[in-house]
């Protein structure tokens, strides 16, 4: 049986608390891993390993930072089959979407190959007389990374890519349900050249995450996961003194309006509700129709969804594997087996047809949805896209801004005032227009509103250099000693 142990100081570190989690192979339903847990010392040897790394680190010069993001880029994009791959085992994704998260997740290595730009203050001179004032961003110290699942390869890009690039020292504890690719990239990185012990890994559960929240040596944890582990990361991390971004869960809203190509809409409803298997955070889970083209359109994405060949990811033309674990696969299934009960219509039931042998879900879609139903107020997390029915422009704005989510939503109209008026009106952190997930490139920054994101600061781009470093004002004078003088007042600039 493979064993997944940590990554401390440049090298694999086998566990030692004697605790270890099954790590399953989506598509068959079987064991093909098992991965440590790290207990409370082993967290503590990583983040005494990235504290000494630290002052070293944080001294070497931005052009040999670059450098390694540089090398590292070549490598990842040298190696991107075999870390898709390695996505595709433990994830269960197909190939194709695989390589795609490489890709955008490739997109935030490139981004911090300008670290030398990105990290370029101000300066004033003359200031006042003989007195110049600039401004300088450093960095943090020790951070600290939690990523979920969905995801292993991309997310942890996000923050390591632009924490390291900064000068800080990095903790990753990835999802210990598909670990295998966070392994990997750490050998790619040494082979960039990073020093040991400025990148580590601990595998584990909540005993990892509660110490990382709590250790006085992190400086700042970025987290990516559902909204109730969100809220307590965010609050357990604060509490003990640490800047955190951690970003939630999500209801997405896709608006459509008459004018719409509703082709368009349609393909565009079902890439974006069915692709990675509906696991993703900016999935379209939920579809508002205008009453006037809603029996058109529900018809037009019931024609697409038996096309979706569903099965195994590493199959060749499969377009949607199986979800992460069966627990989760039962818990999808049984917000298609309420909804009826509660009064909407299911219209594809995915439960039927579905492979055998491992933790399959076909695409459902249910119609006559209404916000009080579970299938509408709740993350369902899974290839499920449910369909409520709008009158208006405003009923569907309304819907939108009352959800307690606000992560990603999208509008489809051939109307630009229209649209135009639609981003100014909604109140979410990133908005598609004709476009069904807006997932904003690297050098811009990612991030919802409201129960979406918890912390003043999203993820990656601009606001991720913010985060992962401190700004500093330094007011200089070289002043003529000739004109040296006791002045008790208070400094003036005139």
Not at 92 to 116: H, M, Q, T, Y
Not at 150 to 179: H, I, Q, R, Y
Not at 360 to 370: G, T
């Amino acid at each position: 049986m493979k064993r997944i142990s940590h990554w401390i100081d440049g090298k694999v570190a086998a566990g030692t608390s004697g605790r270890c989690g099954a790590v399953f192979n989506p598509a068959t339903g079987e064991v093909q891993a098992e991965v440590d847990f790290a207990d409370i010392s082993e967290v503590d040897r990583a983040v005494a390993t990235a504290k000494a790394a630290l002052p070293a680190w944080r001294a070497t010069n931005l052009s040999r930072r670059a450098e390694i993001m540089f090398n590292l880029r070549e490598l990842i994009d040298a190696n991107r089959k075999e870390i898709a791959a390695l996505l595709s085992l433990e994830h269960g994704k197909v190939l194709s979407d695989a390589l795609g998260e490489v890709s955008r997740g490739l997109e935030n290595i490139e981004f911090a190959c300008g670290v030398p730009h990105l990290l370029k203050g101000s300066y004033s001179e003359q200031a006042s007389s003989g007195v110049d004032v600039y401004n300088i961003r450093q960095p943090l110290g020790v951070v600290a990374g939690i990523t979920p699942f969905n995801f292993p390869a991309m997310v942890p890009m996000w923050m390591f890519s632009t924490a390291v690039a900064c000068g800080n020292t990095f903790v990753l504890k990835p999802s210990e349900k598909d670990p295998s690719v966070t392994m990997f990239v750490a050998e790619l990185l040494k082979q960039a050249g990073l020093p040991d012990g400025v990148y580590n890994i601990v595998h584990g559960d909540k005993v990892a995450v509660d110490r990382l929240l709590d250790h006085p040596d992190i400086a700042a944890v970025s987290f990516v996961g559902s909204t109730p582990i969100a809220k307590y990361i965010y609050e357990t991390g604060t509490r003990n003194g640490k800047r955190v971004q951690a970003l939630g869960g999500a209801k997405n809203h896709m608006l459509v309006l008459p004018d719409a190509d509703l082709d368009m809409a349609a393909d565009a409803a079902v890439s974006a509700a069915y692709g990675s298997a509906g696991e993703r955070c900016m999935a379209v889970s939920v579809l508002l129709a205008h009453e006037t083209i809603a029996d058109s359109l529900v018809g037009k994405i019931q024609e697409r969804i038996p096309n979706i060949k569903v099965g195994p990811g590493d199959e060749p033309g499969n377009e949607m594997g199986p979800l992460i674990t069966g627990e989760h696969r039962d818990k999808v299934a049984g917000y298609v087996a309420g909804a009826t009960k509660e009064g909407a219509r299911v219209v594809v039931d995915g439960r039927d047809g579905a492979p055998n042998g491992g933790f399959f879900l076909k695409p459902s879609l249910i119609d006559d949805v209404k916000p009080g139903m579970a299938c509408y107020d709740e993350e369902i997390f899974g290839p499920v896209l449910s369909v409520v029915r709008v009158g208006s422009y405003d009923e569907g704005v309304d819907l939108i801004n009352s959800n307690q989510y606000g992560n990603g939503t999208a509008i489809f109209t051939r109307d630009g005032g229209v649209a135009r008026q639609f981003q100014f009106d909604i109140n979410v952190g990133m908005v598609g227009i004709n476009v069904p997930i807006p997932v904003p490139v690297s050098y811009y920054s990612f991030g919802g509103w409201k129960a979406s994101l918890f912390g003043d600061q999203h993820m990656y781009g601009p606001e991720g250099i913010n985060f992962f470093t401190r700004g500093k004002v330094v007011t200089s004078r070289w002043p003529d000693p000739r004109t040296s003088k006791v002045d008790l007042g208070f400094p003036q600039n005139r």
